[in-house]
């Protein structure tokens, strides 16, 4: 989805880079190697991006300037229109089963809004640091995601749970990713991330976690699922 | 950050984190935290319970095993970003070869996470 961007920007001196948020490597390499990018495709199985710089769901970007400054901290990012959101808005759900029209009831009010976010990456991209896209420092930090103590032990949680796992100890990472999900409920990769493992693509309850992206995305509305870019 | 040992290697911290121990504290780009003279071991390693209780970091151990996760700082800012510059990170790509995000310096750069899930 990115490609197409990095050809157009590339030359103005704008590099992307796709970082997969995979505990698992191998579930990511499908769309790397269907992507065929010529920007670098990285993968964070600990969830680093989470930690270093607020990262707390997907798709979700951090802009670097070209002294190694940040100059927006992470906020949705959507590089164009996306098929599968887009598809759920044209489907006729009296036609579902109800409980799957249910949810994609509620996923048709997932708000995107990649003209806004490309429109400002242009801008950038020709205006550098003179872009009004292109924040202080401070005003960086001050944009990032409030983070406590219970925020700091959710990510310590997460990355023992995916150590666990990767060790071939599935069960052991449960507990941890729980203590996760519940010390800092606002992030959703480390939900998505767990729930999947028990219900790939769906998401759905399962005795592991007392949740579901379904149940998660209703008690907040999924219209605020990605909060509004803040140009 | 995973631990075997509550004393850990300065460079391996520095790399995971992006703190690094000098005589002014632990710095993170132009911010430094004082450290008290007892947070380095006889052989230079660090005491990683005293970091996280300065930096402000959650230290969480599984079960009785010899297995810790040290969270990331909350002390200074109370955010995610301590300083708007960016950490010096190193991730493989899907064959394992190791990327350097400072390897792009003079360019712009949008970093964007997605996962497959």
């Known amino acids: 989805m990115w490609q197409e961007l990095r050809t157009e920007l590339h030359p103005r001196g704008v590099e992307i880079v796709t970082v997969a948020l995979d505990v698992d490597a191998e579930q990511a390499r499908p769309s790397i190697e269907a992507a065929s990018a010529d920007h670098p495709s990285l993968i964070d199985e600990a969830h680093v991006l989470d930690e270093l710089f607020g990262v707390v769901n997907v798709p979700n970007a951090v802009w670097i300037d070209e002294d190694g400054v940040i100059v927006r901290p992470a906020e949705p990012a959507h590089p164009g229109r996306n098929p599968v959101t887009d598809s759920f808005k044209t489907m006729d759900l009296d036609t579902l089963p109800p409980d799957l029209a249910e949810v994609l009831r509620e996923a048709q009010k997932i708000r995107t809004e990649p003209e806004l976010y490309v429109a400002m990456i242009r801008d950038w991209a020709a205006n550098g640091a003179a872009s009004q896209y292109a924040l202080t420092p401070d005003q960086v930090i001050a944009r990032s995601r409030p983070r406590d103590l219970d925020g700091s032990a959710a990510a310590a949680h997460f990355e023992l749970g995916q150590h666990l796992h990767r060790n071939g100890d599935h069960a052991a990472a449960i507990p941890h990713w729980r203590e996760a999900h519940r010390l800092d409920p606002d992030n959703w990769t480390y939900r998505r991330n767990a729930w999947n493992f028990e219900s790939p693509t769906s998401q759905s309850r399962t005795d592991a976690y007392d949740s579901s992206w379904f149940e998660d995305v209703k008690k907040i509305g999924a219209e605020n699922y990605y909060p509004p870019l803040v140009p | ?117």
């Open chain 2, 1 to 117: 950050m995973l631990l075997t040992d509550l004393l850990v290697d300065a460079d391996e911290f520095a790399t995971r984190t992006g703190w690094s121990v000098k005589p002014q504290g632990a710095c993170k780009a132009e911010v430094c935290v004082p450290l008290p003279d007892d947070v380095r071991a006889p052989d230079g390693r660090l005491d990683a319970s005293v970091i996280a209780g300065r930096l402000g970091m959650s230290l969480i151990r599984h079960d009785d095993q010899t297995l810790w996760a040290l969270g990331p700082e909350t002390a200074v800012t109370g955010r995610a970003l301590t300083t708007a510059v960016a950490p010096d990170l190193t991730l493989p790509d899907v064959e394992g070869r190791p990327f350097t995000l400072s390897s792009l310096r003079g360019q712009k750069v949008v970093m964007v996470a997605w996962a497959s899930w």
